[in-house]
């Protein structure tokens, strides 16, 4: 019998939909009737009992909201009815026993990855584009198209020849609406690469690095210096104009601070201090193309899975996320956690109403408060623009359920699993120590897979409801669907489907072990995901401003 409704925590008064659920219908739950006072769709929660106003909104076993008026007994949640609260939080001295998953499956497993000089290890061998500022966007953008293209990494060919099919259909007096060639598709994107050790040359276009504060361009430094020193890439070309407020020693310095052994192959170029336009990008591609036979000799090898460090993310998050995708990734989570490897939450604005739970679970005291601090500075200057952590769901979330930013940010959290917490890391802080580690980041998509990236994050998995095709430049990045319908209906961006769970027929373990496997796989470059095959190479930079 197929589940239709679930209550997720004993401590609940809200009752989750996971089918349609119509007006007047009653369903059983535990042994209690409730009967439907509105239409309930898929996703969204009904009460288990009267509210009145001030009444407090359990789910996921916290505060995430409180009753604005009389609510009756199986009535529908909704933004009128509920608006955000959570409790507060403090610090709290360190108790927590964390019993660790059965990972004997995974025991003395490998994946196939780069090993650094540093003795990390990269899960793809990039060569890395960098401006350090947005006046060399256009100089970057020529360079891709010559580089992509001559040498196999362009993912574009099947819409030229669509385009050009509508071209020919025009000329010759055709009926474009009937020009349809369905059979154009795209040739194997590895088989065409002429480097064949070389997944991808990235490039990270940018509007920062003038303008702005002076503050910006310190920010921008350290996070151009943490994507070359990342361990996914092999190599580097930075392109400067000269005069902007990131100056290429600003950014030397702070490569040589984050990695005083640097060893990657280096290359710099000033245009103003270049003959021309010309003679800048064409030395640029001679140098990288010298820099690319190089790398090419790089071979993937076995190495533990301890080694991994794995990003958790959820964008387009919908009613289901903190019931199947997240989880299930918070599984995951601790399966590698047990075996050694280092995993990244993120996304401070969508930790709100688990801080409490966050903070016991962290063993370092000075890491404790230095969360405290981060989220409390956080959502202050969100507030001092009239905003706040309570603005972060969008239109999207709400209307698939996700009605306040407690009840988004506990069923986020869950991506991070439930082992300890190691370390707490401000933005483009490297992560050093094995174990949980908490970044601090924006909630939005790419903002966020920026700063995880940053840290050190090998492989991110990106959990989504709704669907976002977002992807990172140097971190293969793997797309987890949260129910079978997305998953249906956009296959072409999505590489794991929870689904399953929702549906009965996984649980959270079992689907937590799956995706650990494709992640293992994703490593050593025997699968490619999505986003990384559709060149997906999102990029912004945060200002240390508001950005929820």
Known sequence: MVTRILKIHPNDNVLVALQNLAKGETVIHDGHEYTLTDDINAKHKFFMQDMNVGDPIMMYGVLVGKAQHFISKGGLMDTENTKHASDPYEFRPYHYEWHAPDVSKFEGRTFNGYVRSDGRVGTANYWLFIPTVFCENRNLDVIREALHNELGYAVTDKYKSYAHHLVEAYKNGEILEEADPSSIGLANPVANRVFKNVDGIKFLNHQGGCGGTRQDA?????????????????????????????????????????????????????????????????????????????????????????????????????????????????????????????????????????????????????????????????????????????????????????????????????????????????????????????????????????????????????????GTPTGNPVCPTIKVSTNNALTKRMGDIIDINCGPVIEGEKTIEEMGKDILEYCIKAASGEVIPKAVLLNQDDFIPWKRGVSL
Not at 292 to 317: M, Y
Not at 358 to 372: C, G, N, P, S
């Open 218 to 466: 310190a920010v921008l430094s350290k996070l151009l210096a943490a994507y070359a020193d990342h361990p996914n890439v092999a190599g580097v070309t930075v392109l400067s104009l000269g005069c902007q407020n990131l100056q290429v020693q600003d950014f030397m310095d702070d490569l040589k601070h984050r990695s005083p052994n640097f060893d990657k192959p280096l290359f710099i170029f000033e245009q103003q201090q270049s003959q021309s336009e010309e003679q800048l990008v064409k030395e640029a591609i001679r140098k990288t193309f010298i820099g690319l036979t190089e790398i090419n000799k790089i071979e993937r090898q076995p190495a533990p899975l301890s080694k991994l460090v794995l990003g958790v993310k959820c964008g387009g998050s919908d009613g289901f996320s903190g019931i199947s995708a997240n989880p299930a990734v918070g599984y995951t989570s601790d399966l590698l956690v047990a075996l050694g490897g280092t995993v990244l939450l993120a996304e401070f604005p969508e930790l709100c109403g688990a801080e409490q739970q966050l903070i016991d679970r962290t063993k370092d005291e000075t890491a404790a408060r230095k969360f405290i601090q981060l989220m409390t500075a956080y959502n202050q200057s969100a507030e001092n623009v009239g905003s706040g952590f309570f603005m972060n769901p969008s239109p999207g979330n709400i209307k698939d359920g996700l009605i306040t930013d407690a009840i988004k940010s506990t069923g986020a959290a869950k991506k991070g699993g439930t082992s300890p917490v190691e370390d707490v890391l401000d933005y483009t802080e490297p992560a050093t120590k094995p174990g949980l580690n908490l970044v601090c980041t924006p909630g939005n998509d790419v903002e966020a897979t920026t700063g995880k990236a940053a840290s050190g994050a090998t492989l991110i998995l990106f959990t989504t409801g709704l």
